[in-house]
């Protein structure tokens, strides 16, 4: 991995105006495998890829319950996004216990942003390496919020983060406009064709490393797993693989063998300055 003398902690800056710690750990989300969020005008919905680190093992949990109109995905190192779901469950539970009613969306994304924000400013932390994908459903309607370890955070009506996401992007964006009508299906639809852009070649969408987290205005946020998905990916019809070619600004559909050395393209907003010599175990 590439060093220099700016990257020793969080508290110092380059030359360039740029915090290296920061950029490394947005390097790190974008090496976990995807999580993908949308919106309409009454559901949010989740979509994210499992992966396992053997034969012999389980996959990993990638969508977490917060509350009962509320729930995260994740992209990145799954011990701090366990430490901030965390938090976030004994936010809600404190909003209900004083105040007798649910947590609002917004209010919680801003205390976990102000949360990662501390650390990136005081020496001797390091900033969490977790994206989240935050969705909920409150007296103002459905929402998805994306939260970095920058610290900052934003409101979509779809997103996708982790490797290759840029591919899904593609998807959401050209296909933004049908989201706000559509009902929950064609939407659960939408999230996975764009989830779909994600994998590698020769993989596809299976029960067993897919995840749909629903939350809306008539049902709480529920995960749904294993063979109750299947129903869903019925919508794809037989195409659960990765066949379709790229959109512009898309990554290329070329066979790896490893998962996490094929190239993203870069984030607007972040300049990573980072050549990653071996893949973090990230989730």
């Given at each position: 991995?590439?060093?220099?003398?700016?990257?020793?902690?969080?508290?110092?800056?380059?030359?360039?105006?740029r915090i290296h710690q920061v950029e490394y750990a947005v390097e790190a989300v974008k090496q976990g495998s995807a999580a993908i969020g949308l919106r309409s005008n009454k559901y949010a919905i989740l979509l994210a890829l499992k992966r396992s680190s053997g034969e012999l093992a389980s996959y990993?949990?990638?969508?977490?319950?917060?509350?009962?109109?509320?729930?995260?995905?994740?992209?990145?190192?799954?011990?701090?996004?366990?430490?901030?779901?965390?938090?976030?469950?004994?936010?809600?539970?404190?909003?209900?216990?004083?105040?007798?009613?649910?947590?609002?969306?917004?209010?919680?994304?801003?205390?976990?942003?102000?949360?990662?924000?501390?650390?990136?400013?005081?020496?001797?932390?390091?900033?969490?390496?977790?994206?989240?994908?935050?969705?909920?459903?409150?007296?103002?309607?459905?929402?998805?919020?994306?939260?970095?370890?920058?610290?900052?955070?934003?409101?979509?009506?779809?997103?996708?983060?982790?490797?290759?996401?840029?591919?899904?992007?593609?998807?959401?964006?050209?296909?933004?406009?049908?989201?706000?009508?559509?009902?929950?299906?064609?939407?659960?639809?939408?999230?996975?064709?764009?989830?779909?852009?994600?994998?590698?070649?020769?993989?596809?969408?299976?029960?067993?490393?897919?995840?749909?987290?629903?939350?809306?205005?008539?049902?709480?946020?529920?995960?749904?797993?294993?063979?109750?998905?299947?129903?869903?990916?019925?919508?794809?019809?037989?195409?659960?693989?990765?066949?379709?070619?790229?959109?512009?600004?898309?990554?290329?559909?070329?066979?790896?063998?490893?998962?996490?050395?094929?190239?993203?393209?870069?984030?607007?907003?972040?300049?990573?300055?980072?050549?990653?010599?071996?893949?973090?175990?990230?989730?």
């Open positions: 991995m590439f060093r220099n003398q700016y990257d020793n902690d969080v508290s110092t800056w380059s030359p360039q105006g990993q949990k990638k969508l977490i319950k917060i509350d009962d109109h509320m729930g995260i995905g994740i992209a990145g190192l799954t011990s701090d996004a366990r430490v901030l779901s965390n938090f976030m469950r004994s936010e809600a539970m404190k909003s209900k216990m004083l105040y007798d009613r649910p947590l609002p969306t917004q209010r919680i994304v801003n205390a976990i942003a102000d949360k990662a924000q501390v650390n990136t400013q005081q020496y001797g932390r390091r900033p969490y390496g977790v994206g989240l994908l935050v969705i909920g459903y409150d007296e103002t309607g459905p929402h998805l919020f994306e939260c970095s370890p920058s610290g900052t955070s934003f409101e979509y009506y779809a997103m996708s983060i982790g490797a290759r996401s840029q591919s899904a992007k593609t998807y959401l964006e050209r296909y933004r406009e049908d989201f706000t009508n559509a009902s929950l299906d064609e939407l659960v639809r939408h999230g996975l064709q764009a989830l779909r852009d994600t994998l590698q070649q020769d993989k596809e969408l299976n029960i067993h490393n897919t995840s749909l987290g629903i939350v809306g205005e008539d049902r709480s946020f529920e995960i749904i797993e294993g063979e109750a998905l299947q129903n869903y990916l019925d919508l794809l019809g037989e195409d659960t693989g990765r066949t379709r070619p790229a959109g512009p600004g898309g990554a290329s559909g070329s066979n790896n063998s490893n998962e996490d050395d094929e190239a993203e393209q870069p984030e607007p907003a972040v300049a990573v300055g980072l050549e990653v010599a071996e893949p973090m175990e990230t989730d």
